[in-house]
């Protein structure tokens, strides 16, 4: 079982730019007059800081029971 499971939200930037790729590198569709490709890749880019938001959200327990801070790491 993984140890820290929110720490999963960090794969989905990955899976968005470098997994889905292959499905959506096309022109066609277009959005707004964009096309889809160039559509996807704002998506991306805009939901990337809500995944390592999240995971920072589900960590804050992980860091307040001191799981390695940088406190610790300094000593």
């Known amino acids: 079982m993984i140890a820290r499971?929110?720490?999963?939200?960090?794969?989905?930037?990955?899976?968005?730019?470098a997994g889905a790729l292959p499905f959506v590198n096309r022109v066609e569709p277009t959005?707004?007059?964009l096309p889809f490709f160039f559509v996807w890749l704002?998506?991306?880019?805009?939901?990337?800081p809500v995944a390592v938001w999240l995971t920072w959200r589900g960590d804050r327990g992980?860091?307040?029971r001191g799981g390695?801070?940088?406190?610790?790491q300094t000593r």
């Open 5 to 17: 499971p929110q720490l999963l939200w960090l794969l989905v930037p990955f899976l968005l730019y």
């Open 42 to 48: 704002i998506g991306a880019t805009l939901l990337t």
């Open 62 to 64: 992980h860091r307040s």
């Open 31 to 33: 959005v707004a007059g």
């Open 68 to 72: 390695n801070s940088r406190k610790e």
